[in-house]
């Protein structure tokens, strides 16, 4: 027997016995998403993060991940992804207006790079926070180089409805808490969703090919891929090298063993790692000639250095570590970190793959997770990586541990098993969105050519044209798109007043005293 079969699971019969399953509808949607700006000529902006989209410190929607120029857009969390997409269009066009010559990468992988130096890291001002997050990504330079923090995907933002989970509990007899019950099945979705995670790079993976530039820092790695033309580089079966080796499967973090089968063995492991002294980081040095080059020796400077594809999240006060707010409040919502950038989309992401993904995360749910072992996460690790760099090689097979499974069938067994969960996420809708999204996957299984992947490469070589070309062509599309409308002026208007507020709150920040930044860091990681 395979890992999913179609049977429906005790937690789920429970629900349908008890006529309760209509309380998985409803669930909190929340999109994050990474885009680089970039200049008409195709090259990484060197503009400061515009002044008119607010403060990236302090803005709530509208901020900067890594780099100045890598702008990342947040939505606040909501009930129907319907409200969740139509806030993240809104945004775009807010952005769009104020970009002057520039424009949004529609990619994953970054082009337009002339080496590390020409990726400007993001600046947050002069209070201790906006110190550590500037210090922080020094210290990600130093340790894997700029080129790789470049890389833009989108973080889908899911919280299981609250109304669910005392019913569950009661339903279990569960001797835990509500909050312990919450955690524990939290990381048993966390843990089915690592076994089965390569399915939405098969599915939505759009990083099949990159710039020769991107290696420029480190030539060496090119050698593991094959030459589509003078400037390209790819597998012609890749699905997502942004999850490969040479994107976010940093061999730096292979060896930390970070437990997922308790919440209680997640903030311990990911707090030693923070903790312990790491020899090749020592060598960097932390505060050189009176110059902050990282906040820290240790394998980690702080929890999100730790590339992951699926996190368990709290909502963190001002100053707090994550892993505290874990250990205080419990889990919140999960932040699933797999996915590319759809570049056919100006938005970078559909209705039809969110409603998926929020399916097949609540199938996580509902499904059996035992406690996984460290050759359970290596075979995870393996099949996710098998399915990053040749996901649509013919008959390729991946391992479950006691046996190997063609990925098409495996993958159309997790499409089997999800159907219950569609059908009530439905939930009598006459076009049946949940179950059309997920018949539209079961088409991408029966035919590789049909994925993101395979079209890219496709348009491509029909086109002769190089990754960077066609990158930057598609992104110019988009802009075309934004500059054809005008956001209303209610939402330009709430949108330029949390600008000015943003800037003001920084403001506020910076004008109050600020202890030593030594004594601030030295407060912030001795938390309790």
């Known amino acids: 027997?395979?890992?999913?079969?179609?049977?429906?699971?005790?937690?789920?019969?429970?629900?349908?016995?008890?006529?309760?399953?209509?309380?998985?509808?409803?669930?909190?949607?929340?999109?994050?998403?990474?885009?680089?700006?970039?200049?008409?000529?195709?090259?990484?902006?060197?503009?400061?993060?515009?002044?008119?989209?607010?403060?990236?410190?302090?803005?709530?929607?509208?901020?900067?991940?890594?780099?100045?120029?890598?702008?990342?857009?947040?939505?606040?969390p909501f009930a129907d992804i319907k409200d969740s997409l139509g806030y993240l269009q809104n945004v775009h066009q807010f952005v769009y207006e104020h970009l002057d010559?520039?424009?949004?990468l529609g990619a994953s992988m970054p082009c337009g790079i002339n080496g590390d130096e020409s990726i400007p890291i993001a600046k947050y001002g002069t209070s201790n926070i906006g110190r550590m997050k500037h210090v922080y990504r020094h210290g990600l330079w130093h340790r894997y180089g700029r080129t790789m923090q470049a890389i833009a995907g989108i973080h889908f933002n899911y919280s299981v409805p609250e109304a669910l989970w005392p019913v569950l509990h009661q339903q279990e007899n569960s001797p835990l808490s509500l909050e312990q019950f919450r955690a524990e099945a939290y990381f048993g979705l966390i843990r089915n969703f690592q076994k089965l995670g390569w399915l939405?790079?098969?599915?939505?993976?759009?990083?099949?090919?990159?710039?020769?530039?991107?290696?420029?820092?480190?030539?060496?790695?090119?050698?593991?891929?094959?030459e589509f033309d003078g400037g390209t580089l790819y597998h012609p079966y890749a699905t997502s090298l942004r999850m490969s080796d040479i994107g976010y499967k940093s061999k730096n973090q292979a060896n930390l063993k970070i437990d997922?089968?308790?919440?209680?063995?997640?903030?311990?492991?990911?707090?030693?790692?923070?903790?312990?002294?790491?020899?090749?980081?020592?060598?960097?040095?932390?505060?050189?000639d009176g110059q902050y080059r990282q906040l820290n020796s240790n394998i980690l400077q702080i929890e999100n250095e730790f590339y992951s594809t699926i996190r368990p999240k709290q909502i963190i006060n001002s100053g707090e570590k994550p892993t505290l707010?874990?250990?205080?409040?419990?889990?919140?919502?999960?932040?699933?970190?797999?996915?590319?950038?759809?570049?056919?989309?100006?938005?970078?992401?559909?209705?039809?793959?969110?409603?998926?993904?929020?399916?097949?995360?609540?199938?996580?749910?509902?499904?059996?997770?035992?406690?996984?072992?460290?050759?359970?996460?290596?075979?995870?690790?393996?099949?996710?990586?098998?399915?990053?760099?040749?996901?649509?090689?013919?008959?390729?097979?991946?391992?479950?541990?006691?046996?190997?499974?063609?990925?098409?069938?495996?993958?159309?067994e997790i499409l089997e098993s999800?159907?219950?969960?569609?059908?009530?996420?439905?939930?009598?809708?006459?076009?049946?969105p949940y179950s059309s999204a997920l018949a539209a996957q079961q088409?991408?299984?029966?035919?590789?050519?049909?994925?993101?992947?395979?079209?890219?490469l496709e348009s491509m070589a029909e086109t002769h044209q190089p990754f960077s070309r066609f990158a930057?062509?598609?992104?110019?599309?988009?802009?075309?798109?934004?500059?054809?409308?005008?956001?209303?002026?209610?939402?330009?208007?709430?949108?330029?007043?949390?600008?000015?507020?943003?800037?003001?709150?920084?403001?506020?920040?910076?004008?109050?005293t600020q202890m030593p930044f030594d004594d601030y860091l030295t407060d912030y990681f001795s938390q309790k």
């Open 1 to 76: 027997m395979t890992y999913f079969t179609n049977k429906l699971s005790t937690r789920l019969d429970q629900l349908l016995a008890n006529d309760k399953q209509t309380l998985l509808c409803g669930g909190l949607k929340g999109i994050e998403k990474e885009s680089l700006r970039i200049g008409k000529d195709g090259f990484i902006a060197q503009t400061p993060h515009p002044t008119a989209l607010g403060s990236a410190l302090t803005h709530p929607t509208i901020t900067t991940d890594y780099s100045e120029a890598l702008i990342e857009l947040i939505t606040p």
């Open 325 to 412: 707010a874990l250990k205080k409040r419990g889990v919140r919502y999960i932040e699933m970190r797999s996915l590319d950038l759809d570049i056919f989309n100006p938005i970078g992401i559909d209705e039809a793959k969110a409603r998926f993904i929020e399916a097949l995360l609540l199938t996580c749910l509902l499904k059996d997770s035992p406690a996984i072992t460290d050759a359970d996460h290596q075979i995870n690790n393996a099949n996710q990586l098998a399915v990053a760099n040749f996901g649509r090689k013919p008959r390729l097979q991946l391992d479950q541990g006691n046996q190997k499974l063609a990925l098409k069938d495996w993958a159309s």
């Open 472 to 512: 930057l062509n598609k992104s110019g599309e988009h802009a075309k798109t934004f500059s054809q409308t005008k956001l209303n002026a209610v939402d330009t208007q709430t949108f330029n007043e949390m600008a000015a507020q943003s800037h003001a709150k920084q403001k506020e920040m910076e004008s109050k």
């Open 200 to 226: 939405i790079l098969y599915l939505f993976g759009a990083s099949p090919a990159i710039c020769k530039n991107f290696f420029k820092s480190r030539p060496e790695l090119m050698a593991q891929f094959e």
């Open 443 to 456: 088409v991408l299984i029966q035919n590789p050519d049909l994925t993101a992947s395979a079209r890219i």
């Open 418 to 432: 999800m159907q219950t969960v569609c059908d009530i996420l439905d939930n009598d809708e006459a076009n049946k």
């Open 101 to 104: 010559n520039e424009i949004l």
């Open 260 to 288: 997922y089968n308790s919440l209680t063995g997640y903030v311990d492991s990911l707090s030693q790692a923070i903790g312990t002294p790491y020899p090749d980081y020592e060598d960097i040095g932390v505060c050189v």
